[in-house]
């Protein structure tokens, strides 16, 4: 969405009258986003429980103990399933067949809410920097450059932020800038 404003704004040699259309097409582009994703959002957390309630009632429902094993392991990341033997593994099937049967959840939780509005904040605000060189500068072509400025910094500092809980921050936000001038190529390229 943000990269619609600027390059809106590089494709038209807009005016001031311009610069304020567009701002008002990005702002409400962001508002339909941001509810599009918080819909998207809610709908993969019921999605997601609804195939962990399935996941459970087939471990329970599995007879055959290797069978059943083999179903437990298929829910467990690689680095844990190393780390078990198969004698784990049938002690996780027993105690998750002995669990009492519960009906997957019919509603969202205060949680997945709240989770929901975050992300329909995020997408909404996130143009928001972008766009303010373009209500604080009066010459267009100097707002167009910090705003680019402001784009990048927002690049590197999602990468960087992201880095530090895959353990490289300063290389992912370096790559995040990398990425997203490869992707303003491509909408330039195609006629963005």
Known sequence: ?????????????????????????ALGCNLAWGIIDA?????????????????LAAIRNEDDPVLGRALVADQL????LAALTDAELERIRLRLKALPESPPDQVWQW?????ACG??????FCVF??????????????ALRVSNVVAILLLF?????????????WRTGILMILIGIALVAVAFALGG
């Open 1 to 25: 969405m943000v990269l619609t404003f600027t390059l809106s704004i590089t494709a038209t040699e807009a005016g001031r009258e311009d610069v304020h259309t567009v701002l008002i097409g």
């Open 39 to 55: 819909v998207m959002y809610l709908m993969g957390v019921q999605g997601e429980r609804r195939i962990a309630v399935s996941d």
């Open 77 to 80: 990341p690689p680095a844990v």
């Open 111 to 115: 949680n997945d809410l709240l989770a």
């Open 119 to 124: 992300v329909f904040l995020l997408v909404f």
């Open 129 to 142: 920097p972008v766009v303010l060189p373009f209500l604080l500068f009066d010459e267009i072509a100097l």
């Open 157 to 169: 500092l999602t990468g960087f932020t992201f880095g530090q809980y895959v353990g490289s921050p």
